[in-house]
Structure formats: structure tokens, C-alpha cells
């Protein structure tokens, strides 16, 4: 039996975002894979019984709250040590890329990805100074370093100087909820008058580029595209030229309505500048719903050869034109919706969860 201790500060119920949700499904199943081991999970704030994964489970809640750069470190690298030593922990696992630094417990680190090397200018400067200082030091000190995709695994390794063989990579996945429907209207009449819909998923965020999506929208609607734009994860976009009547916003969803609404779309469109993964596109890719998206960074690794189309973040007229070839071409459209499901099912949270237990076996073992 192995004593192991599990970051669960991102676990924020109703609000699982992408590394959240990574760790949610990760740490459901990886208790569930092994029953005879204890785990323990640290949370920053008072615990949801919706992450009560099992009987060998304890949660616990260390303090102070991890809200402000200078108390990551704090929390980190004083009260996870100190917490580590009482309950005598044989391995620490941190999904969201830090780590203890003071702890000599062996710590598994899950850098999903590193865009404020590149783009710090997205970040509030005290944020994007703190992680440029700290995930080198995260990056060097884990005794087992993972990240989510070939694309973030590379880019770690060059600018940390962490050999990529020592780097595993655990995938995002979709959850099974996500799946194929006959009947789209009820999204429709749910969330855009009843008229079909073109969908992005995100957040209000630059890496995002919702002008640029909102943009190739708007070109898409002169070429005579039918469609309506929903935008799932934005309340709403300032900007009185990107405003448009066949622009919806539907804010944050739950879970339910977030699978009623990728799945009840005609087409995904996902235009990010930077993604370490970008979990929507398996998920829209799952329904069957076609996927046109970045040609940058970590997109084109995730949608294999089953995207629509992948396009240059500014390059708005063929991101249009694919948008209506798509429309215009129902053998096209159902060729890309077979090859997106075929991709999306090569992407199993059993599958990451058996990773990272096997990556949890060997520094158990070493």
C-alpha cells in the first residue's frame, strides 16, 4: 500500500475548466485503479462533496487560499511540505504545474503548457513575471515531469532545458457524454432563436482570438453562410463592430448543456493563437460535429488529419470558405464528421489515468 498525495486546488466545483476538468477525470479514475492504495487531497478551500472519489480517500483543506502569486508559494512550498511530512506521503502529484520546492517527497508535475514564455503580455505582469520565474525551477525539480501533448512536451523541453525523452505525455480526452444526436433542434431553440449554429467553447482570453473567430464569422456570413455563431464560455464581446444579431453568447454552461450545445452544433470554430491541448475540439469531434481550427502550436497534432480545415488565427476569408464548403458540400461534411469521431475516440481518460498510475509506479518504485 502507497500513501499519495494529490493537488486538488483547481477542483472547484462548477467551475472545471481545462486543467481542472484534466484533473478531475485523472484523479477519479486513478483512485478507482487503485483500490489499496490511501490518497489525500489538497484543496485550498473547503472541499465539494462532488470529489469524494472513494473510501481510501481524505481531503483536506490548507491554508492560506492559493489566489496571489506570492501565496502559490506559500501554499506550496509551506504548507504542501509540511502537510507531505505529517501524513507521510511516498509521492505528491500535481496537475496544475506546481510543486513543492522545499519538499523532498517525490513529486510528479503536469505542465500542461508554457504560452506565457511566449505571450506574457496576455497575463496580468505580475502573473506572467511569477510563472516565468517559477515553472523553470517546477519543470527541473519534479522527479517525473508530463505534459498533455507532443507540441507542449517539445516546447518544455527546449526553453527548460528538461530532455524530451523524460517528458511522458497524458492527453486531454472528452468525456463519454459527448456523443452524436439526431435531433438538433432543441439546442437550436435552446440557445439561438432555432436557427443552426456554427459553436466555439472558450473563454474570454486573448490566446483564444475571439475577434479574429467573431471576424471569420462575419466573412462566412457574407460568402451567404446560413448559420449563427454561439458562443459558449463568453457572457458577452464589447466590441460594438463584432456585434452582430447572429451572434449569441451563452456564458458559462453546465455540464449537460455544454454536451447539448457542441452536439447541436453544424461545425466547431477554434481559432486560438496557443493551445497546450484544446480539449473542445475532441469534444465537438466526438459529437461529430466538424472541426475548423488553428494551424498553430498543439491544434493540428490534436486534430490529426480529421479537421475541416486548419488555418492560419488571422486568416479569416478560408476560414470562412471552409465554413461553407462545409454547408455546401453534404459529402464532405459527412466524411469529416466520421473521421472527427474516429479521431476523438483515440483519446480515453482510462487511458491518461492508467498513464499517470504508471508514471505514479515508477517513482514509487525507483
Known amino acids: 500500500m502507497s500513501r499519495i498525495a494529490l493537488n486538488a486546488r483547481l477542483l472547484i466545483s462548477g467551475k472545471l475548466e481545462g486543467t481542472g476538468r484534466f484533473t478531475h477525470q485523472c484523479f477519479k479514475r486513478l483512485v478507482e485503479q487503485r483500490p489499496n492504495d490511501e490518497f489525500i487531497l489538497f484543496f485550498d478551500r473547503k472541499p465539494s462533496e462532488e470529489f469524494e472519489y472513494g473510501d481510501n480517500v481524505e481531503s483536506v483543506c490548507l491554508l492560506p487560499p492559493a489566489r496571489r502569486p506570492w501565496l502559490f508559494d506559500v501554499w506550496f512550498d509551506y504548507s504542501v511540505k509540511r502537510k507531505l511530512k505529517r501524513w507521510k506521503a511516498d509521492v505528491f502529484v500535481s496537475t496544475d ?14 505542465i500542461h503548457d508554457i504560452n506565457f514564455e511566449h505571450n506574457p503580455e496576455w497575463l496580468p ?36 532545458g528538461v530532455d524530451e525523452c523524460n517528458i511522458t505525455v497524458i492527453p486531454n480526452a472528452p468525456d463519454s457524454s459527448f456523443k452524436p444526436v439526431d435531433d438538433k433542434q432543441k439546442a437550436r431553440d435552446e440557445h439561438t432563436s432555432g436557427n443552426p449554429y456554427v459553436v466555439f467553447v472558450g473563454s474570454l482570453h486573448p490566446r483564444k482570438n475571439i475577434p479574429g473567430m467573431i471576424k471569420a464569422f462575419q466573412k462566412y456570413k457574407e460568402l451567404g453562410g446560413m448559420c449563427d455563431l454561439l458562443m459558449v464560455g463568453v457572457s458577452m464581446w464589447r466590441d460594438e463592430k463584432l456585434q452582430s444579431d447572429c451572434v449569441h453568447y451563452a456564458g458559462r454552461l453546465n455540464d449537460d448543456k455544454l454536451v447539448e450545445a457542441v452536439s447541436g452544433a453544424e461545425a466547431m470554430l477554434y481559432l486560438p493563437f496557443f493551445e497546450g491541448f484544446g480539449v ?12 475548423i481550427a488553428s494551424n498553430c502550436t498543439s491544434v493540428p497534432e490534436v486534430c490529426g488529419e480529421a479537421a475541416a480545415a486548419l488555418v492560419s488565427p488571422e486568416d479569416y476569408k478560408s476560414a470562412a470558405e471552409a465554413l461553407l ?24 481518460w482510462d487511458r491518461s489515468a492508467q498513464i499517470l498510475s504508471k508514471e505514479i509506479d515508477s517513482l514509487l518504485n525507483g
Do not use: W
Not at 97 to 110: A, C, D, E, W
Not at 280 to 291: F, K, L, T
Open 97 to 110: 504545474g506546481y510543486i513543492s520546492r522545499t519538499t523532498n517527497v517525490p513529486q510528479l508535475n503536469v
Open 125 to 160: 505582469s505580475r502573473y506572467a513575471r511569477h510563472f516565468k520565474s517559477r515553472f523553470p525551477q517546477y519543470a527541473r525539480l519534479a522527479s517525473k515531469l508530463c505534459t498533455v501533448s507532443d507540441y507542449s512536451r517539445r516546447d518544455i523541453a527546449s526553453n527548460y
Open 280 to 291: 473542445p475540439i475532441v469534444e465537438a469531434m466526438a459529437c461529430g460535429v466538424p472541426v
Open 325 to 348: 464548403k462545409l454547408e455546401c458540400d453534404s459529402e464532405f461534411y459527412r466524411l469529416k464528421s466520421d473521421q472527427g469521431i474516429k479521431r476523438a475516440s483515440e483519446f480515453s
